[in-house]
């Protein structure tokens, strides 16, 4: 089974502690589909400009990406400079957005693309969201957000969400939308919005699922050296769709070792800056990763 992605794809300018880096391949859309590649032919969608590095699109191809629907038009591509202090890389500052071609950005999938089964709507507009899905007919729809769209654009956010089968969001967010502090309240909460799963990341503390029939979390993989937080919870989204779109299944069984995978590919990107880690990494490498999860987890 294949997955069909769209979002952003960007150029990212980053300062963290560890270093500054121009031009780095970043994008909702272009972290998902680096992780969500690892488990499942992934289709992907956005629009970029002229200024697009080829190496990008050839690294896409690389990792057996489709590309045939992003679009490319004149104008520059979407770029976001921002940067984490020492203190909180929880946290991304942004120091400038340029949209670029951005706000012409039509959806449009080929032929073939209509019927793909998964897709997830990676974080872009809520707009932009609700006109690529109706340009297709999957099975299985997972969608994320972000703060911005929440405050600005609150109505989409959540007649979006009536169409869609997963939410994938974090725990500010989460709050935002539903006023509630407690996590399983604002689960609750979201759950009678619309989305059947509810998914809501907690950074460095890891991860909590809740549906009308489960209720699970699981903490974060330990990583020692964090370099680049950016795309991390993108690079979980893509796990975790990966997976599933693979298995062809959506139960407690596969939920729980989505997380698990998910948790992995996101440990791994932190550690590198944009898709550094993620565009090398191997399924063998999240395996064996994943053993040493699993006894960290285990009672």
Known sequence: MSLM????????????PAGSIRDLLGGSASHLSMSASLFTQVNLAGIIGEDFPDRHIALFKKKGINVDSIQKIPGKTFHWYGEYKKEDLNSAITLKTELGVIPQYIPRVTSCQKKIANVFLANIDPV????????????????????????????????????????????????????????????????????????????????????????????????????????AGDTFAGGMMGFLSKVNKVNEKSLRQALMYATICSSFNVEGFGVQKTSILTKAMVEKRLKIFIKFISA
């Open 128 to 231: 932009t969201q609700a006109k690529f899905l109706s340009c297709v007919s999957p099975k299985f729809v997972g969608m994320d957000t972000m703060n911005l769209w929440i405050s600005t654009m609150k109505g989409a956010v959540t007649s979006l969400m009536k169409k869609v089968d997963l939410f994938v969001l974090n725990d500010a967010e989460a709050r935002m939308l539903t006023g509630e502090t407690n996590i399983v309240k604002s689960a609750k909460c979201l759950r009678a919005m619309g989305p059947k799963i509810i998914v809501i990341k907690k950074g460095e503390h890891g991860v909590f699922c809740f549906s009308d029939k489960l209720m699970f979390g699981f903490p974060a993989f330990p990583v020692e050296n964090v370099v680049d937080p950016t795309g």
């Open 5 to 16: 992605v769209v979002g952003t794809v960007a150029l990212d300018d980053l300062k963290t």
